[in-house]
T-cell receptor
Framework: KQEVTQIPAALSVPEGENLVLNCSFTDSAIYNLQWFRQDPGKGLTSLLLIQSSQREQTSGRLNASLDKSSGRSTLYIAASQPGDSATYLCAVRKVWGSTLGRLYFGRGTQLTVWP | EAGVTQFPSHSVIEKGQTVTLRCDPISGHDNLYWYRRVMGKEIKFLLHFVKESKQDESGMPNNRFLAERTGGTYSTLKVQPAELEDSGVYFC?????????????FGSGTQLSVL
């Protein structure tokens, strides 16, 4: 059974700080790992997708790393801004299963960046 | 291009009543997924349609939940009769293919409150 854990559950920081959000998963047999962002009342927006063969992916101020063997991923946010305030979700895709689009989610990290 | 659309955005019903949620996927997306997040828990997979066929319904909690996708276009998720523990946010997602590298596009969700 795949379990995904995200730490911390909530984070409140002043603008400008560099942040690290953590995600761990119990079954290392994954295809890929995704980081999503969810704004209140909105759907999930995919931020970064890391294939199991990759170590990291970067998009703008975001950098996600993956250590498949240890079952860990981190999302690094550089120079945080109030607009980064949202819930960040980590999700993995297992190698085996009848539905390849089935994602296993963590509970998320609720981020607040204040001016 | 329109995204994944869900109706209603919010629904408040009493225990024992019936509620039907609707999802309109992105046009041309054969794969449609339902996910659910109950209070304090992670987002969990419910089921997967390929066109009008149920590919995987292993995540459906019990037989009070019925999902349909007649004609392979929009989908409905009916809860009958609703129980208190059914409260949560129901998300729909779609993708062109059921591939591990395919991104899922999520709707904004339906917030269901059962009183």
């Amino acid at each position: 059974k795949q379990e995904v854990t995200q730490i911390p559950a909530a984070l409140s920081v002043p603008e400008g700080e560099n942040l690290v959000l953590n995600c761990s998963f119990t079954d290392s047999a994954i295809y890929n790992l995704q980081w999503f962002r969810q704004d209140p009342g909105k759907g999930l927006t995919s931020l970064l997708l890391i294939q199991s063969s990759q170590r990291e992916q970067t998009s703008g101020r975001l950098n996600a790393s993956l250590d498949k063997s240890s079952g860990r991923s981190t999302l690094y946010i550089a120079a945080s801004q109030p607009g980064d305030s949202a819930t960040y979700l980590c999700a993995v895709r297992k190698v085996w299963g009848s539905t390849l689009g089935r994602l296993y989610f963590g509970r998320g990290t609720q981020l607040t960046v204040w001016p | 291009e329109a995204g994944v659309t869900q109706f209603p955005s919010h629904s408040v019903i009493e225990k024992g009543q019936t509620v039907t949620l609707r999802c309109d996927p992105i046009s041309g997306h054969d794969n449609l997924y339902w996910y659910r997040r109950v209070m304090g828990k992670e987002i969990k997979f419910l089921l997967h349609f390929v066109k009008e066929s149920k590919q995987d319904e292993s995540g459906m909690p019990n037989n009070r939940f019925l999902a349909e996708r007649t004609g392979g276009t929009y989908s409905t998720l009916k809860v009958q009769p609703a129980e208190l523990e059914d409260s949560g946010v129901y998300f729909c997602a779609s993708s062109p293919r059921d591939s591990p590298n395919e991104k899922l596009f999520f709707g904004s969700g339906t917030q269901l409150s059962v009183l």
